[in-house]
């Protein structure tokens, strides 16, 4: 069975299918057009589906299209450089954030070391909004030590509250506390369960 290329039309539909997260329309893009096409597409700001998907919130959408899209799509820049993973900070969607970090297959952590164009990752863009959950979370599971070694992270005995401070490309410093944690919490853990 040949698939059919699509047509600027289609593609504009596509686009407008992941905006609003119908999920049906995409399913029938991909049986007609195949899904190597979700790869190569992009709007005119250089946007892919998963910029569409994760700006506006859409979960259900990304879970589908996560294992049918190459895992380079997840770190795809657009003409801002931002990333899939800024526009979900941006636009504080934490279960869109988490799936992009943890998908088996993408690039990890180390999409939340990615820049874009105003010298901001995904974690400058939750602290810019003012997305506490995001930002927390980003600082939980983000490789803070350069030599890439993942460790078990366990507070001090006695340590009621930790302070956090993070300064961006911009020079700015932003604070956090994260309060003391029972003695089997590890920190770098799910924040939902802190």
């Known amino acids: 069975m040949s698939v059919s290329t699509p047509t ?3 593609l ?17 893009f991909v049986d007609r057009f195949g899904a190597d096409h979700l790869n190569e597409i992009r709007d005119d700001n250089g946007n892919t589906v998963l910029h569409m998907v994760c700006a506006n919130g ?14 380079s799509l997840l770190s795809a820049q657009n003409e801002a450089k931002s990333t ?14 988490q799936a992009l970090v ?23 863009e939750a602290e810019n909004v003012g997305w506490e959950e995001g930002a927390k979370w980003f600082v939980e ?12 992270l366990r507070p001090a005995n006695g340590t009621e509250n930790i302070e956090v401070e993070i300064q961006d490309a911009e ?11 029972s003695k089997d ?10």
Not at 58 to 71: G, M, W
Not at 171 to 181: D, F, L, P, T
Request: aromatic letters at 4%; one cysteine or more; hydrophobic letters at 35%.
């Open 8 to 10: 600027a039309e289609d």
């Open 12 to 28: 504009d539909e596509l686009f407008i299918s992941c905006r609003y997260g119908d999920l049906e329309d995409i399913q029938q």
């Open 58 to 71: 859409h979960t259900e959408v990304l879970e589908y299209l996560l294992p049918k899209v190459s895992p």
């Open 84 to 97: 899939p993973l800024h526009w979900a900070a941006v636009n504080s969607h934490l279960s869109i954030a």
């Open 102 to 124: 943890r998908y088996r297959s993408g690039p990890g952590i180390t999409l939340i070391d990615i820049k874009n164009s105003a010298g901001r990752s995904p974690l400058g």
């Open 141 to 152: 599971v983000m490789n803070l030590d350069d030599g890439g070694k993942e460790e078990e």
């Open 171 to 181: 020079g700015q410093v932003a604070k956090m506390s994260i309060g003391s944690r």
């Open 185 to 194: 919490q590890t920190v770098g853990g799910d924040a939902s369960t802190t």
